[in-house]
């Protein structure tokens, strides 16, 4: 997952983001080099627009983001999952949603399968076909914009 942020990063901090990260192994030479400033977990949670999630599924990642963490988040913030499914509480994602608790979310992994959940709110994106992460950024923006 490594390489995936990072390709993230690159192409958000291009298109003029403010890019904060968090990681288990910092990497101060590529954060330098594209203006990223690492900060806590937490604060990452409390400050971002929009929180990226690339992390690897093992026991101490599934439901990482639970509904503690979710309600860190600002309400008009969003968050993007192209990680596994299981990395984010679906009852605390769908409540966040029902709620209004965060802005949107957008998946390329469902964490519910098809069968017992119906999927209608306004203001998730999912993709089966074409991975979120293949996406260009201004697409992703355009997007965003459009929930709004």
């Not at 990072?6 to 954060?31: P, T």
């Not at 929009?50 to 913030?77: E, V």
């Not at 209004?100 to 998730?124: E, P, Y």
Request: net charge positive; hydrophobic share 45%; aromatic share 8%.
């Amino acid at each position: 997952m490594d390489s995936i942020w990072k390709e993230v990063a690159k192409r958000a901090s291009h298109l003029g983001f403010n890019i904060r990260a968090f990681d288990i192994k910092y990497d101060y030479e590529f954060a330098s080099k594209h203006d990223i400033k690492y900060i806590s977990f937490g604060k990452l949670l409390s400050i971002s627009d929009i929180i990226s999630i690339h992390m690897p599924l093992n026991c101490r990642t599934i439901g990482i983001i639970d509904k503690t963490k979710i309600n860190k988040m600002k309400n008009m913030s969003y968050l993007i999952n192209t990680s596994r499914g299981e990395i984010v509480n679906k009852q605390a994602l769908i409540e966040a949603l029902e709620l209004k608790i965060i802005a949107g979310v957008a998946l390329d992994v469902l964490i519910m399968s098809h069968s017992h959940v119906r999927i209608n709110f306004f203001n998730l994106i999912y993709s089966e076909v074409l991975p979120l992460h293949m996406l260009r950024l201004e697409q992703l923006k355009l997007q965003i914009e459009l929930l709004k």
